[in-house]
């Protein structure tokens, strides 16, 4: 039983700061998870149409245009709403993402928000504002925009899981205190020190050689 305890209490002086580091990375996740506010995020999708049988092939290249013009403030000003989370359009745009397909006439309009519904209500909005936009300007351009696919509020959180993060915490404590193991020196017993002391102070004697008188 005393060896156990021995040992033990040996490798708790060896290993305590990689131990410590773990759980201080552990409390981190922990804590990230009960402070960060939960995010959903929710995506509508719009197509561009050509009201001229003569631009089908031209709606590819509107909507890249419109992928681009979907962020500026005279559509974003237009999408919001006073009962959504983003007030001004500075907080719109933080929060909104707009992508395109290369091949297809198609644009995505993603936004998050705290709520699943209040996700799904401004890409909505974010989508009528742009069609609105771009009916306004059908003589000039050729193409209009309708809607394919309203945003669906989410079921799952945006982003990483709460117990991934909890995880990833308790591997990044893990790695330093790793890190602080291989840069700290090492460690010398106070048994080998006395040990090679009482060598160096007594070495071991020679037997004397006997003379013989005759």
């Known amino acids: 039983m005393m060896v156990f305890v021995r040992r033990a209490s040996a490798l708790g002086r060896r290993w305590w700061p990689q131990g410590c ?25 719009v197509v561009v149409v050509a009201n001229d049988r003569s631009l089908p092939e031209q709606t590819t ?9 979907a962020t ?3 559509i974003i000003r237009a999408a919001l709403r006073p009962e959504l989370p983003a007030k001004t359009v500075s907080q719109l745009q933080r929060s909104m993402r707009v992508s395109t ?15 699943a519904d209040q996700a799904a209500a401004q890409a909505n909005a974010l989508a009528t504002a742009l069609i609105n936009y771009a009916a306004t300007h059908v003589k000039d351009t050729g ?3 309708a ?15 709460g117990w991934l993060v909890v995880v990833v915490g308790g591997a990044l404590g893990l790695l330093l205190g790793a890190l ?3 840069v700290s020196p090492p460690r010398r017993t106070g048994g080998m020190k006395g040990s090679s ?13 006997r003379t013989v008188q005759a």
């Open 147 to 161: 809607s394919l696919t309203p945003a669906m509020p989410p079921e799952e959180k945006a982003g990483l899981d």
């Open 21 to 45: 580091a773990v759980i201080l990375g552990l409390c981190g996740g922990l804590l990230y998870n009960a402070l960060s506010v939960p995010s959903y995020s929710a995506q509508a999708h």
């Open 101 to 115: 397909s290369p091949d297809a006439p198609l644009i995505g309009l993603s936004v998050s928000a705290p709520r």
């Open 143 to 145: 193409v209009r925009i």
């Open 197 to 209: 002391g009482r060598g160096q102070q007594n070495p071991r004697a020679r037997p004397a050689k």
């Open 72 to 74: 500026q403030p005279t």
């Open 180 to 182: 602080f193991y291989l």
């Open 61 to 69: 290249s509107f909507a890249q245009a419109y992928t681009r013009i």
